[in-house]
């Protein structure tokens, strides 16, 4: 028989008793509250979330799930979720519900609806304590206007590559090591590359780069990569065929979805561009460099006006001293030797406005030969530290040039030679025939045909690269004020462009220097040159004699007056108009001076021909006969003589007119 238990063993009973009591109504209220707060998370969800049987009847659906089907709680509860969404009689043959019930296992698809819209449905199933499935939940995320984004992402990602397959730019993208990560079309056609052949090296190992620019592109990808934003800047590319480009660069730092940023660098070919502003400096600069030959033209002709003016003064007076004594007179070759001195002054005059390029050429046939013999002789006369070798062609053809400018081109050379061997030394002369095949590779085109080629080669100093590529230009010249104007190369390049030649320059520091002068050659033949008879032809008709230089008129006036001529004068344009106006019969020649203030030659030429349209007329300058000169003559006016001229050279020219009928 049991033992009844005693008072104090019920009384820890029924405490125990209420302990579990208290602890069961506790457990009920947790697993309220718990379902309570379930209900209202899942409510708060956007996704569309519904518990389903293995029937698929719907057993709950959150809050979301009713607004999507537009029906209340109670109407979508018992009823199954293929008639309340899709609206079929039947279950969707791709659902993720039955599928997970089926397999046990979550399943994904996405899917759209016929009204455009696309949806993300997640299955999974649910067990029971025993593991069978008693059910399905359906996670349902409507992703439309992700699916727009992606589309739109994708169509503009494909159409950025389109743009970047066929730009005419060369676009190219870089790793954060520098590294190439691609490289479009134009990149390849410019670089004369493949994809192929630089994609993974490094930029500046593929030989594009010219040699210049790799530290500016490697101090311009340090900045960019650090996300300092810089302006475009210009490299130099080298191709595959050694051509040079010019190219902007255009660098931007690109990041996407939290990889490592790396560089697009779009390219642009400004070659053209640099090039026209090459040609627009170089174009400058030589408007520039006319400027300052026009200003030293200038002075060059006033120079040689008024050097010629006080020459005409000399051998004026000279001529009148000569025109009274025969050559037995004491006097006689002193003057004679005056007279010369006064033409080797006109010369100095004539070789200084060669410098300026003020033309005075008188083309003639030569034999460079000849006149390479001539020069070099007289020119090595007083160079005794000088050696000279001449290897003359035989049977060289004849140029065409001015006698006079071609002598003052060769001693500009030879004296250049001499400075270039203060020591002595060996100076080489050689011609020989040529055609313009055999001056290929120049870097200029000759003109086709027939030369002559001199060169002139010393053994002296020789020049770096940096003089050679000078040595031409005006006003250069590595001697000191004293020794050097710069000039002398300068006019003799000038000569030789202005014969239709070349002149070429070939020089290495230390071992010497070598001039190549090419001029074209002509068929005209060498006409001999008689002495002329001296002779004073005299006269006893009336001259006008124009001219603004006292020391020229009243020397002129005399010579004339001797050789039985009646002089009338006028000092400038207006007093010549003036006088002849009053009597134009009583005067049968006047003889004009281009060069005058106020109305100058050409101006006073026109005002007497109107007066009388048979005036005869002979032009007289310390200038040229060419420019201004010849423009006159080509109006109609009778003829020209250079200043200075001695008194047989002018008594030829009057009479030249005066008797032509």
Same mark, same amino acid.
């Given at each position: 028989?049991?033992?009844?238990?005693?008072?104090?063993?019920?009384?820890?009973?029924?405490?125990?008793?209420?302990?579990?009591?208290?602890?069961?109504?506790?457990?009920?209220?947790?697993?309220?509250?718990?379902?309570?707060?379930?209900?209202?998370?899942?409510?708060?969800? &956007?996704?569309?979330?519904?518990?389903?049987?293995?029937?698929?009847?719907?057993?709950?659906?959150?809050?979301?799930?009713?607004?999507?089907?537009?029906?209340?709680?109670?109407?979508?509860?018992?009823?199954?979720?293929?008639?309340?969404?899709?609206?079929?009689?039947?279950?969707?043959?791709?659902?993720?519900? $039955?599928?997970? &019930?089926?397999?046990?296992?979550?399943?994904? $698809?996405?899917?759209?609806?016929?009204?455009?819209?696309?949806?993300?449905?997640?299955?999974?199933?649910?067990?029971?304590?025993?593991?069978? *499935?008693?059910?399905?939940?359906?996670?349902?995320?409507? *992703?439309?206007?992700?699916?727009?984004?992606?589309?739109? +992402?994708?169509?503009?990602?494909?159409?950025?590559?389109?743009?970047?397959?066929?730009?005419?730019?060369?676009?190219?993208?870089?790793?954060?090591?520098?590294?190439?990560?691609?490289?479009?079309?134009?990149?390849?056609? $410019?670089?004369?590359?493949?994809?192929?052949?630089?994609?993974?090296?490094?930029?500046?190992?593929?030989?594009?780069?010219?040699?210049?620019? $790799?530290?500016?592109?490697?101090?311009?990808?340090?900045?960019?990569?650090?996300?300092?934003?810089?302006?475009?800047?210009?490299?130099?590319?080298?191709?595959?065929?050694?051509?040079?480009?010019?190219?902007?660069?255009?660098?931007?730092?690109?990041?996407?979805?939290?990889?490592?940023?790396?560089?697009?660098?779009?390219?642009?070919?400004?070659?053209?561009?640099?090039?026209?502003?090459?040609?627009?400096?170089?174009?400058?600069?030589? %408007?520039?460099?006319?400027?300052?030959?026009?200003?030293?033209?200038?002075?060059?002709?006033?120079?040689?006006?008024?050097?010629?003016?006080?020459?005409?003064?000399?051998?004026?007076?000279?001529?009148?001293?000569?025109?009274?004594?025969?050559?037995?007179?004491?006097?006689?070759?002193?003057?004679?030797?005056?007279?010369?001195?006064?033409?080797?002054?006109?010369?100095?005059?004539?070789?200084?406005?060669?410098?300026?390029?003020?033309?005075?050429?008188?083309?003639?046939?030569?034999? #460079?030969?000849?006149?390479?013999?001539?020069?070099?002789?007289?020119?090595? #006369?007083?160079?005794?530290?000088?050696?000279?070798?001449?290897?003359?062609?035989?049977?060289?053809?004849?140029?065409?040039?001015?006698?006079?400018?071609?002598?003052?081109? %060769?001693?500009?050379?030879?004296?250049?030679?001499?400075?270039?061997?203060?020591?002595?030394?060996?100076?080489?002369?050689?011609?020989?025939?040529?055609?313009?095949?055999?001056?290929?590779?120049?870097?200029?085109?000759?003109?086709?045909?027939?030369?002559?080629?001199?060169?002139?080669?010393?053994?002296?100093?020789? &020049?770096?690269?940096?003089?050679?590529?000078?040595?031409?230009?005006?006003?250069?010249?590595?001697?000191?004020?004293?020794?050097?104007?710069?000039?002398?190369?300068?006019?003799?390049?000038?000569?030789?462009?202005?014969?239709?030649?070349?002149?070429?320059?070939?020089?290495?520091?230390?071992?010497?220097?070598?001039?190549?002068?090419?001029?074209?050659?002509?068929?005209?033949?060498?006409?001999?040159?008689?002495?002329?008879? +001296?002779?004073?032809?005299?006269?006893?008709?009336?001259?006008?004699?124009?001219?603004?230089?006292?020391? +020229?008129?009243?020397?002129?006036?005399?010579?004339?007056?001797? &050789?039985?001529?009646?002089?009338?004068?006028?000092?400038?344009?207006?007093?010549?108009?003036?006088?002849?106006?009053?009597?134009?019969?009583?005067?049968?020649?006047?003889? %004009?001076?281009?060069?005058?203030?106020?109305?100058?030659?050409?101006?006073?030429?026109?005002?007497?021909?109107?007066?009388?349209?048979?005036?005869?007329?002979?032009?007289?300058?310390?200038?040229?006969?060419?420019?201004?000169?010849?423009?006159?003559?080509?109006?109609?006016?009778?003829?020209?003589?250079?200043?200075?001229?001695?008194?047989?050279?002018?008594?030829?020219? #009057?009479?030249?007119?005066?008797?032509?009928?």
């Amino acid at each position: 028989m049991p033992k009844k238990p005693t008072y104090e063993e019920l009384e820890r009973r029924v405490k125990e008793l209420e302990k579990v009591a208290d602890e069961r109504r506790r457990t009920s209220k947790v697993f309220l509250a718990s379902d309570q707060e379930k209900e209202a998370i899942l409510n708060s969800l &956007m996704e569309h979330v519904i518990y389903q049987d293995t029937e698929m009847r719907i057993l709950w659906a959150n809050r979301a799930a009713c607004e999507s089907a537009n029906l209340p709680y109670e109407e979508i509860v018992g009823h199954y979720c293929y008639e309340i969404w899709p609206k079929r009689s039947d279950p969707c043959s791709d659902c993720p519900v $039955i599928k997970a &019930m089926e397999m046990g296992q979550p399943q994904v $698809i996405e899917k759209s609806t016929p009204d455009g819209r696309y949806w993300f449905i997640r299955g999974y199933p649910l067990r029971d304590r025993n593991g069978d *499935i008693v059910g399905g939940i359906e996670v349902t995320l409507e *992703i439309t206007e992700l699916k727009q984004t992606e589309e739109a +992402v994708r169509k503009s990602e494909h159409k950025y590559s389109a743009l970047v397959q066929e730009s005419p730019d060369a676009i190219i993208s870089l790793a954060n090591t520098g590294n190439l990560l691609s490289f479009n079309p134009a990149a390849e056609r $410019i670089s004369g590359l493949s994809s192929e052949e630089v994609i993974g090296k490094h930029f500046t190992k593929i030989g594009v780069l010219a040699k210049q620019s $790799i530290p500016k592109a490697l101090k311009e990808f340090a900045l960019v990569i650090t996300g300092t934003k810089r302006p475009p800047f210009e490299l130099t590319i080298m191709n595959k065929d050694k051509s040079y480009f010019f190219m902007e660069a255009n660098p931007r730092l690109i990041k996407h979805k939290g990889e490592k940023a790396w560089i697009q660098v779009t390219l642009r070919d400004i070659t053209d561009r640099k090039l026209a502003e090459g040609e627009k400096k170089k174009l400058e600069a030589q %408007l520039q460099q006319a400027h300052k030959m026009e200003a030293i033209g200038t002075l060059a002709s006033g120079f040689a006006h008024n050097f010629n003016n006080l020459l005409m003064g000399i051998i004026a007076n000279t001529s009148i001293m000569l025109f009274d004594i025969d050559s037995n007179h004491q006097h006689y070759k002193y003057l004679k030797n005056i007279e010369k001195l006064v033409k080797s002054g006109s010369k100095v005059a004539i070789q200084f406005t060669g410098y300026a390029r003020v033309k005075r050429y008188e083309f003639k046939p030569i034999n #460079m030969n000849q006149l390479l013999k001539e020069t070099s002789d007289t020119f090595g #006369m007083g160079k005794k530290k000088i050696r000279l070798h001449q290897n003359i062609a035989e049977k060289l053809h004849i140029i065409e040039a001015d006698k006079e400018q071609l002598e003052q081109a %060769l001693l500009n050379l030879y004296i250049n030679a001499v400075d270039a061997m203060p020591e002595g030394g060996d100076l080489f002369f050689k011609t020989m025939n040529v055609t313009d095949q055999d001056m290929i590779g120049k870097t200029y085109k000759p003109k086709p045909g027939k030369y002559v080629l001199l060169t002139v080669r010393d053994t002296g100093i020789g &020049m770096d690269k940096k003089t050679k590529e000078r040595v031409f230009e005006p006003f250069f010249t590595t001697k000191d004020f004293i020794q050097g104007t710069g000039l002398g190369l300068s006019s003799t390049y000038n000569i030789m462009k202005d014969h239709g030649g070349y002149i070429d320059v070939d020089s290495e520091k230390g071992v010497g220097t070598t001039f190549s002068i090419y001029l074209p050659t002509t068929e005209k033949g060498i006409k001999e040159e008689k002495e002329p008879i +001296v002779e004073i032809l005299k006269g006893k008709e009336t001259i006008l004699l124009v001219d603004d230089e006292n020391a +020229v008129i009243e020397g002129c006036r005399e010579v004339l007056e001797k &050789m039985g001529y009646i002089v009338s004068i006028a000092k400038n344009g207006r007093e010549a108009i003036e006088i002849y106006r009053k009597s134009p019969e009583k005067v049968d020649l006047v003889i %004009l001076d281009i060069i005058m203030p106020g109305m100058g030659g050409g101006e006073t030429y026109n005002r007497l021909k109107e007066i009388n349209p048979d005036i005869k007329v002979l032009l007289t300058s310390g200038n040229s006969i060419n420019g201004q000169a010849n423009e006159i003559l080509e109006r109609g006016c009778n003829g020209f003589i250079q200043k200075p001229f001695n008194m047989e050279d002018l008594s030829r020219n #009057m009479r030249g007119i005066l008797d032509k009928k």
